[in-house]
T-cell receptor, first 116, second 109 residues
Framework: GAGVSQSPSNKVTEKGKDVELRCDPI?????LYWYRQSLGQGLEFLIY????????KSGLPSDRFSAERTGGSVSTLTIQRTQQEDSAVYLC??????????????FGEGSRLTVL | DAKTTQPNSMESNEEEPVHLPCNHS???????IHWYRQLPSQGPEYVIH???SNVNNRMASLAIAEDRKSSTLILHRATLRDAAVYYC??????????FGAGTTVTVRA
């Protein structure tokens, strides 16, 4: 499809295990965002990639969280030693133009993570 | 970051218009006004955005006050599918869109 693709759609893991969440943005979109949404809450910014620039990691909640974007396309969000408070829907978005210039974010369906 | 204020919830009847207000009294001259909505169990989707002039698209209209300190998203004929959380967000030089609590819209059949 032409939209933002995320996998897995659902992930159940045990506390202490590592998980990887994948995001495939829309082709040609240089900006990629990760957000997190806990049950009944708003969206929490995690990390932002723009082209070849250094990513803005200011929203990552702890050093257990990391993300990379290979070749300016696919991104992987990794959570090490998962905790129950990491349970949430992890949303990826991409955009062609900066939002400060009126650019539109296109979101994926999200990856629902449940840590038991 | 310039912030927005929205009502927590609004109710509407099907096929009637819905007017969703948003206050942004600290908006700067370069901030765009964005609206997104999030249907249950889905990621947010773009609705509309504007800078100074009113905007129309197939989904909605955006009416921006002359002083830009407030705006209103207008859904012309609400359908059951329009039941969602609607977010009013400002963007300036900061590329991060900050999603607040939004307005939960309920549409009655």
């Amino acid at each position: 499809g032409a939209g933002v693709s995320q996998s897995p759609s659902n992930k159940v893991t045990e506390k202490g295990k590592d998980v990887e969440l994948r995001c495939d943005p829309i082709s040609g979109h240089t900006a990629l965002y990760w957000y997190r949404q806990s049950l009944g809450q708003g969206l929490e910014f995690l990390i932002y990639f723009q082209g070849n620039s250094a990513p803005d990691k200011s929203g990552l909640p702890s050093d257990r969280f990391s993300a990379e974007r290979t070749g300016g396309s696919v991104s992987t969000l990794t959570i090490q030693r998962t905790q129950q408070e990491d349970s949430a829907v992890y949303l990826c978005a991409s955009s062609l133009a900066p939002t400060g210039a009126g650019g539109e974010l296109f979101f994926g369906e999200g990856s629902r993570l449940t840590v038991l | 970051d310039a912030k927005t204020t929205q009502p927590n919830s609004m109710e509407s009847n099907e096929e009637e218009p819905v007017h969703l207000p948003c206050n942004h009294s600290t908006i700067s001259g370069t901030d765009y006004i964005h609206w997104y909505r999030q249907l249950p169990s889905q990621g947010p989707e773009y609705v509309i955005h504007g800078l100074t002039s009113n905007v129309n698209n197939r989904m909605a209209s955006l009416a921006i006050a002359e002083d830009r300190k407030s705006s209103t998203l207008i859904l012309h004929r609400a359908t059951l599918r329009d039941a969602a959380v609607y977010y009013c967000i400002l963007s300036g030089n900061d590329y991060k869109l900050s999603f607040g609590a939004g307005t939960t819209v309920t549409v009655r059949a």
